[in-house]
C-alpha cells in the first residue's frame, strides 16, 4: 500500500506515523507513507498556498492551484484508489470504512487547513470526505493520522498476531471483552477465575458474553440491526 499524504505542517505527521506499529509496517515494506509539504508546490516566492475567502467572513483559505499541481504530479507517479479530504463535514470514518480502505492500493491523503480548502477542491479533485468525529480541529493532519493509523494496522502482515485486530471493538458491531494479565490478584482485585481456568472453549464464551453485555450497556445503538 502507498499513502501520500499533502498538508502545510507535514512535520505535525512525523511522530504518529514514525513509531510502533506504523513505523514497523513501513520497516517490513508493507506500507509506503510519503509526505507532501503543499508549499513546494506554490507558483509564488513567497511559497503562498493560502488567501482571503471571497466574501465578509474572515480567515483563510487553502488555494486551488497548488493543490491541483501537487495531485497534478503526484498522480504521474501512480493511479490513486482514492483521494480522500479531511474534513469535519465528511462520511464519519468507522470500522467498516476503515476495514474497506485498508484493501487500497494507493491511497491520497489531503489536509486542511485553516477556514479549510477552496471548495473546487472538493468538487472536481478528491473522491472521499471523511470525518474522525463531530468536532472541528485546526487541521487536518491529526485527522490524516488517525485515519492512516487505522487502516494501516489492518493491511494484512502488520499486526504480529494477525487474528488480533478481528478481535478489536466495533469489527464484528460489538465492543471488545476486557483483557487481564498477570499478576492473577493485586491489593484483592482477582482476574475473573475463567480466565485462569485453561478451558479456551469456556473463555470463548464468556468473551461473547461480556463483549454483548458492554456492547448492550455502553453502546446500544452499534446492536440495533440485531
Ligand atoms: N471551516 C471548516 C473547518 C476548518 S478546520 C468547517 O467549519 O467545516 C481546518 C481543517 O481541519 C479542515 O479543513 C479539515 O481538513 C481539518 N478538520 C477539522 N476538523 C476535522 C474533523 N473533525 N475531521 C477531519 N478533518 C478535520
Known amino acids: 500500500m502507498r499513502i501520500d499524504i499533502i498538508s502545510v505542517l507535514p512535520e505535525l505527521l512525523e511522530s504518529p506515523l514514525g513509531h510502533s506499529i506504523i513505523k514497523r509496517a513501513q520497516t517490513k515494506g508493507l506500507v509506503v507513507?510519503?509526505?507532501?509539504?503543499?508549499?513546494?508546490y506554490s507558483n509564488d516566492k513567497h511559497r503562498t498556498v493560502d488567501d482571503y475567502a471571497f466574501g465578509p467572513d474572515a480567515g483563510m483559505v487553502l488555494k486551488v492551484e497548488p493543490i491541483f499541481k501537487a495531485m497534478s504530479k503526484l498522480k504521474e507517479e501512480c493511479e490513486y484508489d482514492e483521494v480522500i479530504y479531511t474534513s469535519p463535514d465528511g462520511?464519519?470514518?468507522?470500522q467498516k470504512l476503515?476495514?474497506?480502505l485498508s484493501t487500497k492500493k494507493n491511497i491520497l491523503i489531503l489536509c486542511g487547513h485553516y477556514k479549510g480548502v477552496d471548495h473546487r477542491v472538493r468538487e472536481h479533485l478528491v473522491t472521499r470526505e471523511i470525518s474522525i468525529g463531530d468536532?472541528?480541529?485546526?487541521?487536518?493532519?491529526?485527522a490524516a493520522a488517525v485515519i492512516v493509523d487505522s487502516i494501516v494496522r489492518l493491511v494484512p502482515g502488520v499486526l504480529s498476531d494477525e487474528t488480533s485486530a478481528l478481535t478489536d471493538s466495533f469489527q464484528d458491531d460489538l465492543l471488545a471483552p476486557p483483557v487481564y494479565t498477570r499478576p492473577a490478584e493485586f491489593n484483592g482485585w482477582k482476574v475473573p477465575e475463567i480466565l485462569l481456568s485453561g478451558n479456551f472453549g469456556e473463555i470463548a464464551k464468556w468473551q461473547e458474553e461480556q463483549a454483548?453485555?458492554?456492547?448492550?450497556?455502553?453502546?446500544?445503538?452499534?446492536?440495533k440491526d440485531e
Not at 507513507?33 to 513546494?40: A, E, K, Q, S, V
Not at 468536532?135 to 491529526?142: D, I, M, R, T
Not at 454483548?212 to 445503538?221: A, C, E, G, S, V
Open 135 to 142: 468536532y472541528v480541529l485546526s487541521g487536518g493532519e491529526l
Open 98 to 100: 476503515c476495514n474497506h
Open 212 to 223: 454483548y453485555q458492554r456492547t448492550k450497556l455502553l453502546r446500544p445503538d452499534l446492536l
Open 91 to 94: 462520511e464519519p470514518l468507522t
Open 33 to 40: 507513507i510519503n509526505l507532501h509539504h503543499l508549499r513546494d
